[in-house]
């Protein structure tokens, strides 16, 4: 039996309210629910296009790279032609006896450290830099002499030398001396090792 | 809340219950569309009731006592608080009364004659029994809601304050109002502005002799006053009065016997006039009833009072009426919402139409690079380890850059000095051999290190004796500013005698070059603990 408070009126009222409500809750859960799956494609799709943007940056950079490596490897007959044995000490003091000849040098001296690999950041799949660093000392009968002595040796040292210090000091201003100037020279001395080469002495 | 509930119903039921029977009284739509009287709930012509409950479940009903047996009592009560005056009468009355009584009680007004300057209150009450609870009984098995139990005389203030002139709503406060209804017979009421102060009704015979009833009713109106004033302890008091009778006794009441102040006395059937129902009272109408009920349809009622079940009904319904009210703003704000997020699905479908046309873009792109990526190795003749080569060209690359010689500087010196004509030649080269920093990138290489350096040489030509020595300075600074524009050239005078070169002055020429400049944005490193670098500067500490 209905209870006594049972009430027609607030009963429709009741009962419109809630189908109102309802519906507008399953409207905004439908909603929601699809707002929820194009949020979920929309990071997808902007993942995958920063993956691919991504992609196509390294692609970039590696076409380029290799386009600039073979252009220059291509040009380069010194480079292509290089043994990568690392530093060629032996032919270093016949070298500086020749030249210090040449240009009429007197007491020449040439130190160097014994030969290192670099240690850099590298990523060293294939080649190391081994170097070493070194001093010249002579004496000269000009300043011209001396200058052109360094050109000749910078110009045929096989690999890649850094001068970091150049001292050159006026003694004397006699006609015939050889001592009239003195230079001291301090260097880097660098070059290519192959890693597969430098395997067995290592 | 009540007059939100109320003000929804388009349709209402009003009862006026007296001994006699109820008038009753069917609102719809907002005209009045029957009304008829009922001698008792099971009377013969009870079944019009019944259908029109039956019909109109939504009408709400509303039940106005105006039978005998209802108590109207002026009271004194010492409160100090105005709010809580009529609930303190209604705690001293629940006291006294028995628990089936329907009580109320409204304040009439602040008494300042006495010196506690208490409040007059009226408490009503009437049991809960014939024909009240016949009537409750006979219409609680409906569907119908039952708004509440009023007291008729009581919300009647409303209905004669507002009948009242301009003039007469002037002093005195003091108001008696006769009328007659059909459910019970003549009623006094006394009201101070609106608010009822005592009423009961006098007997029910009198109607039958005109001369006679008349002469009770002045007799019931001098009683009345002279009751009030001493309730009130007053010598004098002024009284309004108003008659709402027929022609049948209206002739024989006799104004200069009546204590009153002022008089005056309508037919109902003017009253309705004037209180704008022109056909709802026909001229030679005794009662009031209709007029009473039709007022209290369109009025807002003031004291509404439930028996247990009926304010169970009326909580019931209050809470489901708020419960859909709630339940629509709920749905508003959720609509709302769901328009925002269907907007914000439109933008994310928006957003998803660009990210898949990028992607497309870039996957277009990503084929043609790797394309011509296989097109330049197909174009290498030679087979070669093209990781390889690409690691050699980039320790080239490294090697080569920057590579700074003081050769080029020496050749330049050698054509304007000539052979032997400086003295000293200095030109230093911060250590290439610089631990990498980890920010800079050598260009087209994957090597992730720079050369990181400052260079500073220093010469000094001598200048022969018989030379402007400030002429040949500026010279210098000028020949070597264009030989080496990245350079920082500056020249001083060194005026010092150095007997074994012969000369008497020389010009010492200062080079500086920092290549950090041109690399703002290159990230250096501070090697501090190896004493390599400042950050600032990236030269030697």
């Given amino acids: 039996m209905r209870p006594v408070y049972f009430n027609q009126y607030a009963m429709r009222k009741m009962r419109l309210g809630l189908t109102i409500f309802g519906t507008s809750l399953l409207v905004f859960l439908s909603v929601f629910g699809f707002y929820k799956h194009l949020d979920n494609s929309s990071m997808q799709s902007y993942n995958s296009m920063v993956k691919s943007k991504f992609e196509v940056s390294n692609a970039l950079d590696g076409f380029e790279r290799l386009e600039t490596s073979l252009n220059i490897w291509q040009n380069n007959e010194e480079l292509r032609n290089s043994p990568l044995r690392g530093l060629n000490i032996r032919s270093l003091q016949p070298m500086v006896q020749y030249y210090s000849t040449k240009h009429l040098l007197g007491d020449v001296k040439v130190s160097l450290t014994a030969p290192e690999l670099r240690k850099d950041s590298f990523k060293n799949n294939f080649v190391y830099i081994q170097y070493s660093r070194g001093a010249i000392d002579f004496y000269s009968r000009t300043d011209v002499d001396a200058y052109r002595f360094m050109e000749d040796f910078s110009a045929n040292i096989s690999g890649y030398l850094q001068i970091v210090h150049f001292d050159i000091t006026k003694l004397s201003a006699e006609p015939h001396s050889k001592r009239n100037f003195k230079t001291r020279v301090r260097f880097i001395w660098q070059e290519l090792l192959d890693k597969d080469y430098a395997k067995p002495s290592n | ?541």
């Fill in chain 2, 1 to 541: 809340m009540w007059r939100s509930l109320s003000s929804e119903a388009s349709s209402k039921i009003l009862l006026l219950i007296g001994d006699e029977g109820a008038s009753v009284l069917y609102f719809r739509n907002g005209t009045i569309d029957s009304r008829f009287f009922l001698s008792s709930p099971g009377a013969v012509n009870a079944d019009k009731l019944k259908n029109i409950l039956r019909e109109d479940k939504e009408a709400q009903v509303y039940l106005l006592l105006e039978h005998l047996d209802q108590a109207y009592e002026p009271r004194m009560v010492p409160i100090t608080n105005p709010l809580g005056v009529e609930r303190a009468s209604l705690a001293q009355l629940n006291k006294e009364l028995p628990e089936a009584y329907l009580r109320t009680a409204q304040k009439i007004k602040k008494f300042h004659a006495n010196i506690n300057r208490d409040w007059l209150i009226c408490n009503i009450y009437t049991p809960y029994e014939s024909p009240i609870a016949n009537w409750i009984e006979f219409l609680l098995p409906f569907p119908n809601l039952i708004m509440g139990i009023y007291f008729m005389p009581l919300e009647a203030g409303n209905i004669f304050v507002s009948s009242r002139t301009a003039d007469e709503t002037l002093e005195p406060s003091w108001h008696i109002v006769i009328f007659r209804t059909r459910a019970s017979g003549y009623r006094i009421s006394v009201y101070y502005n609106d608010k009822i102060a005592i009423s009961r009704i006098i007997n029910p015979k009198l109607h039958e002799i005109p001369e006679v009833s008349a002469g009770n009713l002045e007799m019931e109106v001098n009683n009345t006053i002279d009751y009030l004033k001493k309730t009130l302890a007053l010598d004098e008091l002024k009284v309004s009065l108003t008659l709402l009778l027929n022609d049948e006794i209206a002739p024989f009441i006799r104004l200069d016997k009546l204590e009153s102040s002022s008089c005056r006395i309508m037919t109902p059937a003017q009253l309705s006039k004037q209180l704008g129902y022109e056909h709802l009272i026909a001229e030679t109408e005794k009662f009031l009833d209709h007029l009473l009920l039709a007022e209290a349809a369109s009025k807002k009622l003031q004291r509404a009072v439930h028996t247990p079940q009926t304010h169970r009904q009326f909580k019931f319904a209050t809470y489901t009426f708020w419960a859909a009210r709630l339940s629509h703003l709920a749905s508003a704000l959720v609509i709302t919402m769901s328009l925002y997020l269907a907007f914000e699905s439109y933008g994310k479908i928006k957003e998803i139409n660009s990210y898949r046309h990028s992607l497309s873009d870039y996957e277009a792109q990503l084929r043609s690079v790797r394309s011509k990526a296989e097109i330049l190795r197909l174009s290498v003749q030679q087979p070669i380890n093209l990781s390889k080569v690409s690691e050699i060209v980039d320790l080239y690359i490294f090697l080569t850059k920057n590579n700074v010689s003081p050769i080029d500087q020496i050749r330049e010196l050698g054509k304007i000095s000539g052979e032997n004509a400086l003295s000293a030649y200095k030109w230093e080269f911060n250590d290439p051999m610089l631990l990498i920093t980890n920010g800079a990138l050598v260009e087209g290489s994957n090597i992730r290190a720079d050369r990181v350096y400052t260079l500073q040489s220093s010469l000094t030509i001598p200048v022969a004796a018989d030379v402007d020595i400030k002429l040949r300075g500026e010279a210098i600074r000028a020949f070597y500013a264009k030989a080496f524009p990245e350079l920082t050239i500056s020249v001083s005078n060194y005026m010092e005698n150095d007997s074994s070169l012969q000369n008497t002055s020389s010009v010492i020429v200062s080079m500086s070059y920092s290549p950090l400049s041109k690399l703002e944005n290159l990230e250096v490193y501070s090697f501090s603990n190896k004493g390599r670098f400042s950050q600032n500067h990236g030269g030697e500490e």
